[in-house]
T-cell receptor
Framework: SQQGEEDPQALSIQEGENATMNCSYK?????LQWYRQNSGRGLVHLIL?????REKHSGRLRVTLDTSKKSSSLLITASRAADTASYFC??????????FGTGTQLKVEL | EAGVAQSPRYKIIEKRQSVAFWCNPI?????LYWYQQILGQGPKLLIQ????????DSQLPKDRFSAERLKGVDSTLKIQPAKLEDSAVYLC??????????FGEGSRLTVL
């Protein structure tokens, strides 16, 4: 399977702390995206980083990409209870095929 | 701007019955995807359309699943006959550029 691997599978933190989740993949990619999925809902696009970029910011989100290690990380700073959700990396490989990671379940407690 | 619409939101059927899910993508989005998401897992691509042509259906169980996208707009995903392992959320997504995906709320199927 070409599915990306994410770790940790689950993460529980206190509100105000930072959350970091990682994604690894095996093929060469054109870009990598991160999505959030609240329980029982559809997925929402968070951020896209291209293969020639190393870091990108959007509000409280910071994404890094290391193509030599075939890995990416998503950092959420100053987390809030509303950030509780599952987070998926999605990478675009050859033929513009999108592949989802296994997901990280984040729980932010008050 | 209206999002991706899916119906029904929930469906409960018995095994060997049939079910159909409908998706209306965002206007102007040429690419449409159907994903299957089993509880606790990431979405798995079932089929990808570009306009009304199939781009990728390599993971679609064609003996029981079928999908069509008439006129390159709405799409229907059908399962016939359903098996217990088909219990999942079926997500429809559309894309303008082929990169950022816009997802519907999903259709949750329970097969008893």
């Amino acid at each position: 399977s070409q599915q990306g691997e994410e770790d940790p599978q689950a993460l529980s933190i206190q509100e105000g702390e930072n959350a970091t989740m990682n994604c690894s993949y095996k093929t060469s990619i054109n870009n990598l995206q991160w999505y959030r999925q609240n329980s029982g809902r559809g997925l929402v696009h968070l951020i896209l980083i291209r293969s020639n970029e190393r870091e990108k910011h959007s509000g409280r989100l910071r994404v890094t990409l290391d193509t030599s290690k075939k890995s990416s990380s998503l950092l959420i700073t100053a987390s809030r209870a509303a950030d509780t959700a599952s987070y998926f990396c999605v990478f675009t490989g050859g033929g513009n095929k999108l592949t989802f990671g296994t997901g990280t379940q984040l729980k932010v407690e008050l | 701007e209206a999002g991706v619409a899916q119906s029904p939101r929930y469906k409960i059927i018995e095994k060997r019955q049939s079910v159909a899910f409908w998706c209306n993508p965002i206007s102007g989005h040429a690419t449409l995807y159907w994903y299957q998401q089993i509880l606790g897992q990431g979405p798995k691509l079932l089929i990808q359309f570009q306009n009304n042509g199939v781009v990728d259906d390599s993971q679609l169980p064609k003996d029981r699943f079928s999908a069509e996208r008439l006129k390159g707009v709405d799409s229907t995903l059908k399962i016939q006959p359903a098996k217990l392992e088909d219990s999942a959320v079926y997500l429809c997504a559309s894309s303008f550029s082929g990169s950022e995906l816009f997802f519907g709320e999903g259709s949750r199927l329970t097969v008893l």
